[in-house]
């Protein structure tokens, strides 16, 4: 298993936000981690590479335990992170802000180059000497994506990617997660857009309240609609 975590809890402060909560993701896999605004999907993200000061239980990735390690070192082990508000350098251009991203290669997973990166983002080749502060909000998810492949990690934590992004972006975006899984890469797609989680997860586990709710396969899922209309219908 790439990716074991178990019995995570997470407070802000004295708010106790996750429970007991118990994912994985394998080799190669990509999951979806569903749920409305507020279940807790990006506390669960968070958590998972030490950005949040108090949580507990296990967070094994490769065989490590990380749930006491900084950022800074779960960050070096190979697992990255595209956060929901995606903070790249807006006076930097594009190739500038992949070669910010720039790791050495890691046994066992992807090996990225910039020029890989453009075929699978052919938008980014079309300007890469901009700076990203002129770029869509489409344009920007793809460059933070793009930038945190260049550190080669074996799994990306993925917060929202489809979040307010215009219908032919959102599926150019699915073709490139689906070109990462090919490649061999490990993704945890936080998501609401279940339509979107559909297209590119071999798995989902769904949180309402900072708890698991379903675990299973999209098939599953689908197959479902008690579920579906109990924890992410609007």
Known sequence: MKLQVSNLNAWYGPAHILFDLDLSVGEGEVVALLGRNGAGKSTTFKSLVGLLERRSGSIVYEGR????RPTHEIARAGLGYVPEDRRIFTELTVEENLEVG?????????VWTPEKLYA?????????NRPGGRM???????LTIARTLMGNPGL?????PSEGLAPK?????????????????SLLISEQNLHFARLISDRAVIIERGRVRFSGTIAELQANPEVKEAYLAV
Do not use: C, H, W, Y
């Not at 990306?156 to 929202?160: C, N, S």
């Not at 699915?174 to 890469?185: C, D, H, N, P």
């Open 65 to 68: 335990e990380l749930a006491s």
């Open 102 to 110: 720039r790791q050495p290669a890691r046994p066992g997973a992807p």
């Open 120 to 128: 699978l983002f052919p938008n980014l080749a079309a300007m890469r």
């Open 136 to 142: 869509s909000g489409g344009e920007q998810q793809m």
């Open 156 to 160: 990306v934590l993925l917060d929202e």
């Open 169 to 185: 972006i959102v599926e150019d975006m699915a073709t490139a997660i689906l070109a990462m899984k090919r490649e061999g890469l």
